[in-house]
């Protein structure tokens, strides 16, 4: 078993530095449209709607990156992928970036050979059960059936809470969003477990949102972000800074309503300078002047693509908490831009 995880981390890492060594910019720029991945399905971050239009809080970020590097958010080809598909399409160059709900870990950046280009949401794992199963507590769930996502942090998570807690668990093993929610729904597992964002996405879209619970207990750190392969600087530079950009823009008060008045020149050097009417930033990414402007054009500043796709505001109702602006207690934070 030891072995056979070995080699296929060798494989991914393998198909990685290959793919890499061929410059992501230069083939984004040729081809006309970005290939990003996202997950098979999760309201809020990514999903297609009846028209199969993708939306959501990941995919506003692949949106953004085209439009960065494309001057037109909509040159996206989404490539749906799965906890187990995901490193593979990414290494082999089958996309150009996954901005997928995927937890930055030790292993998979110096082991599997990605580079994280920042957090765009931090999670933790948590636990939904029927209320009619009358628990308060992840710690009441002794013999519990749990639907688990294959390829994913959550099942290492799970084993070590069950295991520090004295108790047991027999997993019920899903490969989608989409299926661990049928499952689950069906009474095949007593509790689904995930990242608390995911399961507050999929009870939104439940008949009877009501009749289920999130358990108090987060067991885990899930800072989640869009990754690159790694030996593609440039191009892991374009991802990054756009993302910072999204941020940036929120902390300096540039918003999709304002952004036509403020390109236009400011009395705040850095607004300048990430709208591109002043400096050379866009030159030193190899891209255009204005395209943190159609970054942002694109969907909004984080604050806004937060609010539209996952805030209180919407079904899923997420507080910003530990994802909102350092001026506001929270961890977002962007590097200046100078």
């Not at 590097?69 to 089958?94: H, I, M, N």
């Not at 869009?226 to 030996?231: A, E, F, K, N, S």
Request: proline share 4%; net charge negative; hydrophobic share 40%.
């Amino acid at each position: 078993m030891k072995k056979t995880v070995l080699l296929g981390a060798l494989t991914v890492a393998g198909l990685a530095a290959g793919a890499a060594a061929a410059g992501t910019l230069d083939d984004v720029k040729a081809r006309g449209t970005l290939n990003c991945g996202v997950t098979t399905g999760l309201v809020g971050f990514a999903a297609p709607d009846a028209d199969g239009v993708w939306g959501g809080f990941d995919v506003s970020m692949c949106r953004a990156v085209a439009a960065a590097v494309l001057g037109d958010s909509s040159a996206v080809e989404f490539v749906p992928t799965t906890g187990k598909t995901r490193f593979t399409a990414l290494a082999s160059g089958e996309i150009d970036m996954l901005a997928r709900n995927t937890t930055w870990t030790f292993s998979r950046d110096v082991d599997l050979k990605f580079t994280f280009v920042g957090i765009n949401y931090y999670d933790g794992q948590g636990f939904m059960v029927p209320k009619e199963l009358g628990v308060s507590s992840a710690t009441e769930l002794d013999g519990a059936t749990v639907c688990i996502q294959t390829g994913t942090t959550t099942e290492l998570n799970l084993a070590d809470f069950f295991r520090s807690n004295n108790i047991s668990y027999e997993p019920v093993p899903i490969e989608t969003n989409a299926e661990g929610q049928q499952q689950y729904l069906a009474g095949a597992c007593d509790v689904y477990t995930t990242d608390a964002s995911g399961l507050a996405a999929t009870r939104a879209t439940f008949e009877a949102p009501g009749d289920h619970v999130l358990l108090p207990e987060i067991i885990s750190k899930e800072p989640l972000g869009p990754l690159v392969r790694h030996g593609d600087n440039e191009w892991g530079d374009v991802v990054r800074w756009t993302l910072n950009a999204l941020v940036t823009a929120e902390e300096l008060g540039v918003t999709s309503a304002n952004i036509g008045e403020m390109s236009a020149g400011t009395n705040n050097p850095e607004i300048n300078r990430l709208l591109g009417t002043e400096g050379t930033l866009g030159a030193m990414l190899g891209l255009d002047a204005d395209w943190a402007k159609n970054a942002i054009m694109s969907g909004g500043n984080y604050g806004e693509i937060f609010a539209m796709n996952i805030g209180e505001e919407t079904p899923i109702g997420l507080a910003r908490g530990l994802n909102a602006q350092w001026t506001n207690g929270g961890l977002i934070y962007s590097p200046p831009f100078r």
